[in-house]
C-alpha cells in the first residue's frame, strides 16, 4: 500500500476514535444541565471520571501524525481556525480542571458545575465548526483579509449539529451505564436527540451537494449513488433500531452501538465526499504529505503505539465494565 494512502487512513481511524469515545463524555457534558436531581450530577461524572483523559489520547494521537505525514495540511489547517482551536483547547482544559476540584469542591461546586458543562458544549461546538468550515471550503488568501471568514453560516449549523451528535452518544452511554430514573430520563432524551441528528445529518448533507459542484457529482455521476446508497440505507435502519432499542432495556448496550455505527457511516460518507483532499480544493493528501523518509521513520511509531493504546483503551474499559454502581469511583 502506499504510504500517503496508509497514513491518511491511520489519521481517519483516530479521529473516527476521537468523535466516537471522547464523543459520549463531552455529550454526557452537554447532557449535564438536564439532570439536577441529588446525586445525579454525580452519577454522570463518576460515569465517565475513569476514561475521559484516556479518551482525548486521540486527539493528540491524530494530531501528531497530521503534523508529522500531512506538514502542509496541519499548517493550513491550524493557522486558519487558530481561534477555534485555541477556544476549543481552553474548553477543554477547564472541563479536565473541573474533574480535579469538582469531587472536593462544596461552596465552588456550581462554578466547577458550569466548567464541566460549558467546556464541554464549546470544545463540542468548536469541533463541529471547524468540520463545516473544511467541508464547506475556507479560501486560505482571504483568511488573512478578515479572521472571521470561517464563521458561516453552514459552520454554525454543522456545530450545532456536532453538538446534538455528541449529545445523542452521551445519553447512549448514560442508558447503557445506569438504572431507573437516570436510565429513563437518558432514553426519553436520546429518541428526541436521535430524530434532530437525522434532520441534522440530512440537512448538512443536502447543503453540501447543493453547494459543491464536487462532492454533487462524486455522489450523482453516473451510477455513484446507487453504489453509495447503502450509506444513507443502512444509517437509518440503524436509527431506527436505536429507538426501538431505547423503548426495550432488555438490550441495553446495542442502541449505543447501533448511534455509533450511525457516526462511522457519516464518516465514511464525509471520506467519500472531501477525498483525496485534507483541504477541500486546495490541499491532496499527496500535496500535502512529508518525504518518503519522514513516512518511513515515522511508521516505527506508529506500529508501536497505535496497538499500545488500543490495549490500554480495551483494558480500561474492561475493567470498567458494568453499570456505574458496580464499582468504586475510579479517579
Same mark, same amino acid.
Given at each position: 500500500?502506499?504510504?500517503?494512502?496508509?497514513?491518511?487512513?491511520?489519521?481517519?481511524?483516530?479521529?473516527?476514535?476521537?468523535?466516537?469515545?471522547?464523543?459520549?463524555?463531552?455529550?454526557?457534558?452537554?447532557?449535564?444541565?438536564?439532570?439536577?436531581?441529588?446525586?445525579?450530577?454525580?452519577?454522570?461524572?463518576?460515569?465517565?471520571?475513569?476514561?475521559?483523559?484516556?479518551?482525548?489520547?486521540?486527539?493528540?494521537?491524530?494530531?501528531?501524525?497530521?503534523?508529522?505525514?500531512?506538514?502542509?495540511?496541519?499548517?493550513?489547517?491550524?493557522?486558519?481556525?487558530?481561534?477555534?482551536?485555541?477556544?476549543?483547547?481552553?474548553? $477543554?482544559?477547564?472541563?479536565?480542571?473541573?474533574?480535579?476540584?469538582?469531587?472536593? %469542591? /462544596?461552596?465552588? +461546586? #456550581?462554578? &466547577?458545575?458550569? =466548567?464541566?458543562?460549558?467546556?464541554?458544549?464549546?470544545?463540542?461546538?468548536?469541533?463541529?465548526?471547524?468540520?463545516?468550515?473544511?467541508?464547506?471550503?475556507?479560501?486560505?488568501?482571504?483568511?488573512?483579509?478578515?479572521?472571521?471568514?470561517?464563521?458561516?453560516?453552514?459552520?454554525?449549523?454543522?456545530?450545532?449539529?456536532?453538538?446534538?451528535?455528541?449529545?445523542?452518544?452521551?445519553?447512549?452511554?448514560?442508558?447503557?451505564?445506569?438504572?431507573?430514573?437516570?436510565?429513563?430520563?437518558?432514553?426519553?432524551?436520546?429518541?428526541?436527540?436521535?430524530?434532530?441528528?437525522?434532520?441534522?445529518?440530512?440537512?448538512?448533507?443536502?447543503?453540501?451537494?447543493?453547494?459543491?459542484?464536487?462532492?454533487?457529482?462524486?455522489?450523482?455521476?453516473?451510477?455513484?449513488?446507487?453504489?453509495?446508497?447503502?450509506?444513507?440505507?443502512?444509517?437509518? $435502519?440503524?436509527?431506527?433500531?436505536?429507538?426501538?432499542?431505547?423503548?426495550?432495556? %432488555? /438490550?441495553?448496550? +446495542? #442502541?449505543? &452501538?447501533?448511534? =455509533?455505527?450511525?457516526?462511522?457511516?457519516?464518516?465514511?460518507?464525509?471520506?467519500?465526499?472531501?477525498?483525496?483532499?485534507?483541504?477541500?480544493?486546495?490541499?491532496?493528501?499527496?500535496?500535502?504529505?512529508?518525504?518518503?523518509?519522514?513516512?518511513?521513520?515515522?511508521?516505527?511509531?506508529?506500529?508501536?503505539?497505535?496497538?499500545?493504546?488500543?490495549?490500554?483503551?480495551?483494558?480500561?474499559?474492561?475493567?470498567?465494565?458494568?453499570?456505574?454502581?458496580?464499582?468504586?469511583?475510579?479517579?
Amino acid at each position: 500500500m502506499d504510504l500517503i494512502l496508509f497514513y491518511f487512513l491511520i489519521l481517519g481511524f483516530a479521529v473516527l476514535m476521537y468523535v466516537l469515545l471522547d464523543g459520549f463524555d463531552l455529550g454526557v457534558g452537554i447532557l449535564y444541565p438536564w439532570f439536577d436531581r441529588e446525586g445525579e450530577r454525580d452519577h454522570l461524572m463518576r460515569s465517565i471520571s475513569h476514561v475521559w483523559d484516556g479518551n482525548e489520547t486521540w486527539l493528540v494521537f491524530g494530531g501528531v501524525v497530521l503534523f508529522a505525514a500531512f506538514p502542509a495540511a496541519y499548517a493550513g489547517i491550524l493557522s486558519t481556525f487558530y481561534l477555534p482551536i485555541i477556544l476549543m483547547l481552553f474548553a $477543554l482544559i477547564f472541563r479536565g480542571v473541573a474533574f480535579e476540584y469538582r469531587f472536593k %469542591a /462544596h461552596r465552588s +461546586r #456550581p462554578y &466547577w458545575d458550569l =466548567a464541566f458543562s460549558a467546556g464541554s458544549a464549546i470544545a463540542a461546538f468548536c469541533q463541529g465548526l471547524i468540520l463545516g468550515s473544511i467541508v464547506q471550503g475556507v479560501n486560505a488568501d482571504q483568511i488573512s483579509e478578515a479572521s472571521w471568514y470561517w464563521l458561516s453560516p453552514f459552520a454554525i449549523l454543522t456545530g450545532f449539529s456536532v453538538m446534538a451528535g455528541y449529545a445523542l452518544l452521551g445519553a447512549s452511554y448514560l442508558y447503557m451505564k445506569s438504572r431507573s430514573r437516570i436510565q429513563q430520563h437518558a432514553a426519553h432524551l436520546a429518541k428526541r436527540l436521535l430524530v434532530i441528528v437525522m434532520l441534522a445529518m440530512l440537512t448538512v448533507s443536502l447543503w453540501t451537494v447543493l453547494s459543491s459542484d464536487n462532492i454533487r457529482t462524486r455522489w450523482f455521476d453516473g451510477l455513484n449513488f446507487l453504489y453509495l446508497s447503502p450509506l444513507p440505507i443502512v444509517s437509518c $435502519l440503524l436509527a431506527f433500531l436505536a429507538w426501538r432499542g431505547f423503548n426495550n432495556n %432488555a /438490550h441495553e448496550v +446495542r #442502541p449505543f &452501538w447501533f448511534v =455509533a455505527g450511525i457516526f462511522a457511516l457519516g464518516f465514511t460518507g464525509l471520506v467519500v465526499s472531501l477525498f483525496p483532499y485534507l483541504i477541500p480544493n486546495q490541499v491532496t493528501i499527496w500535496d500535502a504529505a512529508a518525504p518518503y523518509s519522514s513516512l518511513k521513520f515515522l511508521l516505527v511509531g506508529i506500529l508501536i503505539f497505535i496497538p499500545l493504546i488500543l490495549a490500554y483503551t480495551f483494558w480500561g474499559y474492561r475493567v470498567f465494565s458494568g453499570k456505574v454502581e458496580d464499582y468504586q469511583e475510579g479517579y
